[in-house]
């Protein structure tokens, strides 16, 4: 009787514990990247004690737990987390997998799969592995599932991190990931993109303007860029892929000098040290304090330095919002776009600061807070740069009119201020002729300034003998875009396209003109009709490869040309070689658009 109970309790026991093993996950065809934060369960070894067969035990004991509210942040902790997954591929094309942890930044993972024979088989990665044992070269930690169609494979992931614990795993076909890697390439390229934009337009404007505040944005600009290379892993894969020790280091460090280059161009372009004294001791303690943490962050250790740097990110933000607010109510105008800036990048850090500590669900906003926050932040703060200039500089003018009204007392201020204001006068008329010449919403010149370029042109070379070839350019369909996408976002495409035209043409010795509507015209001295054919050509393809991206929009344009050249020995009109480009222009449109026609007449 005894023994029939024992033998009860035992069967009771297994059924238990066979009830609160997590039923296997299915995958099933059609299905090609699978977020497994629904699916798995997870337990916390806090003392990281468990080796892999301690933890499939417990696994199939039912002690692991599904992730609170399927969110898998859990902030800096301490010890290692497991996860576990039984699998069964039912998908009959693809029996090779590839898991991947969607966060650059975790020390240690490894992945072990157990199969229905017993085998067991490891892998492990991480930035505390070198970067060659990643099964594909990629800034996320990544390890090749083999998984026999129909049969159950238990997936057990182990990770332990100083960094923020962040495990997101996703399952993709190796097809998937290809796309995928290849829609994050471009949407970095775009980011990074803009960075290195604004770092050279400004690095142009100190060297030109000398004004200390656009070095400060250089280096706020280049080191935040820096502080995302890293976060996001790229830092890792091309920089130090088999120095673990700096991947750890780079992230309070990187965030440390970006954290100085953003208070110090606070204070430049807030002008604190003459507006605000008190506010500007304050600053540069905070500058002292990100010293010495960058410093520190050498020798304290990762899981100190890191959190201890990402609170400060938050400490340097909130004090750049209230010494922005603090001067817009003193009455500094240039203080409002500053504000708007940094308070959007504020929104954004914030976002992924709570993420980092687990305290705000992981999601594409508080993923890319960041990113999104601190490439607005740097275009406006770009803006804000040239509206400040152009404000002291209206200020140093109202100064020096100032000045001029006090020396019209005496004979001798009289005439320093004739001069002064001779000077102003012929600057105002450099200017104004330059103004006169171009084409208000392209830049390039107008039609006015060309007849009269191309007539000088003309008679050039009844001089010297060259050829002299005349390209006319038309968008095409360009009412169609204006109907579809309104006309700020015509405006854009002509503005690309005369970009375009003048990177081009102008190398070569070349103007560029807008011609009227969406027509361009170009004048090549000395260019023969194969020269002529050959820049055309180079200009439609600029045109035709590159999309413009205006108004959330990415708008693909092609254009039309036709070319005419003047040749030694013929003499011709300006409205002659106009009228027989214009001629080649609509062969061009009528051989179906996008192509270069030459002219067949020979003048």
């Known amino acids: 009787m005894w023994r029939c109970l024992m033998v009860g309790v035992a069967m009771l026991l297994a059924c238990a514990a066979q009830a609160r093993t997590p039923a296997p996950f299915t995958l099933e065809p059609g299905q090609s990247a699978i977020a497994l934060s629904p699916y798995i369960t997870y337990r916390h070894d806090t003392l ?12 199939r004991a039912g002690q692991f737990a599904a992730l609170p509210g399927g969110n898998p942040t859990f902030g800096f902790q301490d010890g290692a987390y497991w996860f576990y997954l039984p699998v069964v591929n039912r998908h009959p094309e693809e029996s090779r997998w590839l898991l991947v942890q969607e966060y650059a930044l975790s020390d240690q993972l490894d992945v072990y799969l157990r199969y229905p024979d017993g085998r067991v088989e490891h892998q492990a990665s991480g930035d505390h592995q070198p970067f060659a044992n990643r099964f594909i070269r990629y800034r996320h930690p990544n390890f090749r599932l083999d998984l026999p169609v129909g049969q159950q494979v238990e997936v057990l992931v182990r990770v332990q991190s100083e960094s923020s614990m962040q495990v997101p795993l996703v399952l993709y076909t190796p097809r998937a990931l290809a796309e995928l890697m290849r829609d994050t390439q471009f949407s970095t390229g775009l980011y990074y993109g803009i960075v290195l934009a604004l770092l050279f337009y400004n690095l142009v404007l100190w060297i030109m303007l000398r004004d200390p505040g ?64 008190a506010g500007n001791v304050a600053s540069l303690a905070l500058i002292g304090f990100f010293v010495l943490l960058g410093g520190a962050s050498v020798w304290l250790p990762y899981s100190t330095s890191t959190p201890l740097a990402s609170k400060a990110v938050l400490v340097g933000l909130i004090w750049i919002v209230a010494a922005a607010v603090v001067m817009l109510r003193r009455g500094y105008r240039p203080a409002r776009l500053f504000l708007l800036a940094w308070s959007l990048f504020l929104l954004g850090t914030a976002m992924f600061t709570l993420l980092a500590f687990g305290l705000v669900p992981r999601n594409f906003w508080t993923q890319n807070g960041v990113q999104i926050g ?17 404000g ?51 830049g390039v010149y107008n039609r006015r300034h060309f007849r009269e370029a191309f007539e000088q042109a003309l008679d050039a070379r009844k001089d010297n003998g060259k050829p002299l070839a005349l390209l006319l350019l038309d968008l095409d369909h360009f009412k169609r875009i204006n109907d579809s996408y309104g006309h700020l976002a015509g405006d854009d495409c002509l503005h690309f396209a005369a970009r375009c035209m003048e990177d081009v043409v102008v190398p070569r010795g070349g103007l560029v003109a807008r011609f009227g509507g969406e027509e361009f015209v170009a004048v090549l001295p000395g260019a023969d009709a194969q020269d002529a054919l050959q820049v055309a050509e180079a200009v439609r393809l600029r045109i035709q490869q590159a999309p413009v991206a205006t108004g959330g929009h990415s708008i693909r344009l092609s254009a039309s040309i036709g070319v005419h050249t003047v040749i030694e020995g013929h003499h ?23 192509c270069v026609r030459h002219s067949v007449v020979v003048a």
């Not at 990281?48 to 696994?59: L, Q, Y």
């Not at 490439?375 to 200039?389: I, K, V």
């Not at 011709?572 to 996008?594: C, M, S």
């Open 374 to 390: 601190s490439a607005l932040e740097m275009l406006l703060l770009s803006l804000a740069l040239g509206a400040r200039y152009a």
């Open 48 to 59: 990281a004690a468990d080796g892999a067969t301690e933890a499939f035990a417990r696994a």
């Open 572 to 594: 011709a009109t300006p409205e002659d070689v106009i009228r027989i480009a214009d001629e080649a222009l609509y062969r061009a449109k009528d051989d179906g658009r996008n």
């Open 392 to 442: 002291l500089r209206n200020e140093n003018i109202r100064i020096v009119q100032q000045a001029n009204e006090q020396l019209e007392r005496s004979v001798i201020d009289r005439t320093k201020q004739l001069r002064t204001a001779m000077a102003q006068l012929g600057e105002a008329n450099v200017q104004l002729r330059d103004y006169s010449q171009r084409d208000p919403l392209t």
């Open 214 to 277: 656009y070095f400060w944005y250089l280096l706020h600009t280049g080191a935040f860029g820096l502080v995302l290379f890293t976060l996001n892993g790229y830092g890792f894969e091309y920089f130090w892929p088999d120095w673990p020790w700096l991947a750890d280091a780079s992230v309070p460090l990187s965030i440390c000098l970006a954290l100085i280059g953003m208070q110090q161009f606070s204070r430049s372009f807030l002008e604190l040290k003459e507006r605000w004294p």
